[in-house]
């Protein structure tokens, strides 16, 4: 798997060519994503989910950038006779592995904890342990979730609008009467969650598990389900506005008495979805 993020690493440096400290920042990236994959695994993801998981921690490379010299009269070209050239490199790698720092609620235990009735706008909980977490009420807009297990929490009627749920286990959490507007549930585990009163509009759950969830008597709009796993999740009596189903197998979802526009009838019709019961409009 080393040499799988190496290449990840070769790959996102590509563009800005051989500049001098590039193997040095490269290396220590490696050991960062290296133990964050380590880390990954302990919590019981597998390969393919530990090694996204720790890509989807990479940050955005254009920043990086900003704190490493490019050209080659600021860098650590005669270590022994410039010590202070290698202070100025060793900083700017220390920056740049800041850039895939966490927050202070990354990598923490706090299971069963009460988190209810706070402001936790744009926080970040990525690889942290929050079973059992009470978040109901709380303000979590732009929070971010990433490889996380959050696995019984209680999101009652809290605010989680454009919030980011990436490769985390999310199996009979809460969401009833919570704010889901633009929210992304990506490649994430949600078997058992349940979204009664929800506010479903333009979120993702691009590529998740959503096996037996029910959607019963909910509005969607333009809620996205591309990739995802429907097995026996019901949609009864549920209105569908411009739903994306692309790439996913819809055969065994439950669509009995659904109201749905002609576009996205016209889609789940054709995936070989049963929607003899459902309505236009």
Do not use: C, W
């Not at 040095?24 to 994503?33: I, W």
């Not at 998740?208 to 996205?224: A, C, P």
């Amino acid at each position: 798997m080393e040499e799988k993020l190496h290449h990840f690493l070769d790959k996102a440096f590509t563009p800005y060519g051989d500049f001098p400290a590039r193997t040095d920042v490269t290396n220590e990236l490696l050991t960062n994503l290296v133990e964050k994959y380590q880390d990954l695994k302990k919590q019981g993801m597998s390969d393919d989910e530990a090694y996204q998981a720790a890509i989807d921690s990479f940050g955005n490379v254009e920043e990086i950038m900003e704190h490493v010299p490019h050209d080659a009269k600021n860098q650590e070209t005669k270590p022994e006779r410039e010590p202070g050239l290698r202070k100025t490199l060793k900083q700017t790698l220390r920056e740049a592995k800041a850039l895939m720092g966490l927050s202070k609620f990354g990598a923490t235990v706090l299971k069963q904890a009460d988190l209810s009735d706070s402001n936790l706008a744009g926080e970040d909980f990525s690889y942290s342990a929050l079973n059992e977490t009470v978040f109901d009420r709380s303000d979590l807009n732009k929070a971010t979730f990433r490889a996380t297990a959050i696995t019984g929490a209680s999101f009652a009627d809290a605010n989680l609008s454009s919030a980011t749920f990436a490769a985390s286990a999310l199996e009979k959490t809460t969401f009833n009467g919570a704010n889901l507007s633009g929210t992304k549930f990506h490649s994430s585990a949600l078997k058992g969650a349940t979204f009664a009163g929800a506010m479903l509009t333009n979120t993702d759950f691009h590529r998740s598990d959503l096996g037996s969830v029910s959607f019963d008597d909910q509005e969607l709009n333009g809620v996205i389900f591309n990739g995802s796993a429907l097995k026996k999740t019901s949609f009864r009596n549920t209105t569908l506005l411009d739903v994306s189903f692309h790439h996913t197998d819809v055969k065994h979802a439950i669509f009995d008495g659904a109201k749905m526009d002609k576009v996205t009838y016209a889609l789940l019709k054709g995936a070989g979805a049963a929607v003899e019961n459902v309505k236009i409009v």
